[in-house]
């Protein structure tokens, strides 16, 4: 039996094995978390165990939706004058530079290695989001030190 039709029964064998998701190109298709669920976006955080961070730490990280693409890079941390944390984000502009500064709550997001995940928000609600202005708010310090979600995938 030849190498390469032992590779194709092997395949065949398999195949059936690793779900729907493997058969149809390896796509994956993670949703966002119900809305309905009751819980307010702080709870939905704190179930997400949030850990320690330096705000200078997540200055630069990518901002992913949930078919980990990119949709800009944090470009400042900020305090709103209701006293919430919001990740401030250019979203729009050409290829992830430019664009519009939108105000990310940190409820909605979480950590997940050297990237931010977004979690609560859709990539096509996120231009809704309100524009960042420097009135909004004010940026908090690199060296202090705020909670993040952590996640996985």
Excluded: N, Y
């Excluded at 064998?13 to 994956?28: K, M, N, S, Y």
């Excluded at 298709?29 to 939905?44: I, K, S, V």
């Amino acid at each position: 039996m030849s190498r390469f039709r032992s590779l194709a029964i092997a395949v065949a064998l398999v195949l059936p094995l690793a779900g729907p998701a493997f058969a149809a190109g390896g796509a994956h298709t993670q949703t966002a978390p119900a809305e309905d669920d009751g819980l307010t976006p702080a709870e939905r955080m704190e179930k997400r165990f949030p850990q320690k961070v330096r705000v200078g730490d997540l200055v630069g990280l990518p901002l992913l939706d949930f078919d980990d693409r990119t949709l800009g890079r944090v470009t400042a941390v900020a305090r709103t004058a209701e006293g919430g944390i919001v990740l401030v984000v250019p979203v729009g502009g050409w290829f992830g530079h430019g664009g519009r500064p939108v105000a990310v709550p940190i409820e909605a997001v979480a950590i997940l290695g050297r990237q931010i995940a977004l979690l609560d928000i859709d990539r096509e609600d996120l231009p809704e989001q309100a524009t960042w202005t420097a009135g909004s708010g004010a940026m908090v310090p690199a060296d202090e030190t705020i909670r993040i979600a952590i996640t996985r995938r």
